[in-house]
C-alpha cells in the first residue's frame, strides 16, 4: 500500500511539473513576492499600493478593484502569465499612475526600443505592460552571457528592495 501511494505522489507531481508551461526569467530573479499590475497594464509593487492611502475610507476612494490571479491557465489564454510564479494581484484605481512605456526605458537607456525589458528577473512578455514610477527601485543594464542565456543587451527592473528579492534558504 506505502509503494502504490508512493507511486500516486510521484505521478501526480511529475504530471503537474511537465504540465506547466516554464517562465522566462533571469537567473537572478526574485524567489518571493508577487507581481501588482494595476489597471490592467502597469507593473508596480506593493509600495505603490501602500502609498495611495493608509486609511480604508481613503483607500475605498482611490480602488475600484482589487483581483488575486490564482489560477495559472497557461501562456495562451493569459497575458500575465510569466509574472504568475509567485501570483498576481490585479489592482484597478480610479486614478492615473504615472509610468513609462517599455519603447520610452529602452531609448533612454540607449537600447533598441524592441529589446527585451524584465521586471524583477522575469521576461514581460506583453508589450503592453508599463512600468510604474513610484515602482522602480532598481534597473540594471544585463549584458548577454552563457549563464543567462540572452542574446542581446536587456533591462531588468527591480519593483522589489534587495533584502525582499530572495527567500533565505533560495540559492
Not at 509574472?83 to 509610468?99: P, R
Not at 527601485?137 to 530572495?166: D, F, M, Q
Amino acid at each position: 500500500m506505502h509503494k502504490f501511494i508512493t507511486f500516486l505522489l510521484i505521478l501526480f507531481v511529475s504530471l503537474n511539473l511537465f504540465s506547466q508551461d516554464e517562465y522566462f526569467k533571469l537567473p537572478q530573479a526574485k524567489t518571493q513576492k508577487p507581481f501588482y499590475i494595476f489597471n490592467e497594464k502597469i507593473v508596480g509593487n506593493e509600495y505603490l499600493a501602500k502609498s495611495l492611502k493608509p486609511t480604508d475610507d481613503k483607500l475605498n476612494e482611490q480602488v475600484k478593484n482589487v483581483s488575486v490571479l490564482i489560477d495559472k491557465q497557461d501562456r495562451k489564454q493569459n497575458p500575465d502569465y510569466n509574472l504568475s510564479e509567485h501570483g498576481v494581484l490585479l489592482v484597478d484605481l480610479k486614478n492615473k499612475i504615472a509610468s513609462k512605456s517599455q519603447f520610452e526605458l529602452n531609448e533612454f537607456f540607449g537600447l533598441d526600443k524592441q529589446s527585451e525589458i524584465y521586471i524583477d528577473g522575469y521576461l514581460l512578455e506583453n508589450k503592453k505592460f508599463r512600468i510604474a514610477l513610484n515602482g522602480i527601485t532598481e534597473i540594471e543594464i544585463v549584458e548577454p552571457n552563457s549563464v543567462n542565456g540572452l542574446k542581446s543587451r536587456v533591462l531588468n527592473i527591480w519593483t522589489l528592495a534587495k533584502n525582499e528579492r530572495y527567500m533565505e534558504n533560495a540559492n
